[in-house]
């Protein structure tokens, strides 16, 4: 692998604010969002766009059917998107997202345990890939013999992880 010389190097404390989806159908991206997931609405912004949050921010998720009102799906095969990460405070809170999304009896995608967090892969309504996960805290992530990072792709161990609800 080529090794490339890095010119600047971004903040460590500087985070990805909020993502801006299209999406066909307002009202069926909210049932995900909103009723699976559980983020908060905050605003509408007239019929076509709305904002969710976690936690009263102003708006992690922003949804709108601008360009996209009724539209298919964009092709799996395309450049654009691969899938948003919602990032969990802990372990149990993934596990109650995992809870939520089979009460709802919502497919998951797959589910991976890299190391460094656990995960579960879904699609939203309009095909937009989607990552639920937490981070492990960094003193466990696992680590070469020189220091690095030494992520995995292993099963998910998705009975343990529910048992964090019990």
Request: no cysteine; aromatic share 8%.
């Amino acid at each position: 692998m080529e090794t490339r010389k890095q010119a600047h190097r971004i903040s460590a404390g500087t985070s990805i604010g909020h993502v801006h989806l299209k999406v066909a159908d307002i009202d069926r991206a909210l049932r995900f969002y909103q009723d699976i997931l559980g983020f908060e609405l905050m605003q509408r912004y007239g019929e076509d766009a709305v904002f969710l949050s976690a936690g009263g921010y102003h708006h992690h998720i922003g949804l709108n059917t601008w360009m996209s009102k009724n539209a298919p799906p964009a092709p799996r095969n395309s450049a654009g998107l691969f899938h948003l990460a919602i990032l969990y405070p802990d372990r149990r809170e993934l596990a109650q997202a995992l809870r939520w999304l089979i009460d709802a009896e919502y497919p998951l995608d797959g589910a991976s345990d890299h190391g460094v967090s656990e995960a579960l892969y879904l699609r939203d309504p309009d095909g937009n890939g989607v990552e639920l996960y937490a981070d492990r805290p960094r003193e466990q992530w696992p680590r070469t013999a020189d220091g690095g990072l030494a992520m995995v792709t292993e099963p998910l161990d998705l009975e343990g992880l529910l048992a964090e609800l019990e």
